[in-house]
């Protein structure tokens, strides 16, 4: 959390996951679809293929002084330092994993990446919600599954989300929005 110099509180959300998991498919869906919020300029860093190099930006605000700078990292393995610098001063996270059954081992090193990158704070300061995302395919993984694979117990919010129709995107994206503000500015 940062104040900028018009006093407006500044909150950072990163969706976070595995390569071509639906990151920045779910920022899109939400910077075109959603209404009611302010959004700035969409800015993404990518390769001639649409792939994220760096990292997609944009700033949105339902209004008033509270600003959400929302981020999405790049999910290919050689991008594991671009990840590591896009989180530092993260608010909360939306960890975006992927229901294709070939995905396990991917969904698996993320998850434990982030893990290692925030240590004890994720979860207890830094709060996460979790996206199932690619819950349209017709082989996907079982919700029960991919808890167990991820090692998820009750205690984090989880949605069921297809990125590309945008369903439970924004479902997810209030829950961590709502998360970090309490978390911030009401201690």
Known sequence: MRKDDKGRIHLKLVFYGPSLGGKTTALRWLYGKVEGLQKGEFTAIEDETNRTLFFDYVPMSAGGRVLFDVFTVAGQKRHRHQRKVVLQGTDGILFVADSSPDQR?????????????????????????VMLNKRDLPNR???????????????????ETIAVQGVGVKRAFQAIAREVILKRMYK
């Open 141 to 159: 993984m079982s919700r029960d599954e991919m808890l167990d694979l991820l090692g998820l117990g009750g205690n984090v919010p989880i949605y």
């Open 105 to 129: 081992e991917e969904n698996v090193e993320s998850f434990e990446e982030l893990k290692l990158f925030l240590g004890d704070v994720l979860g207890r300061d830094i709060p996460i919600v």
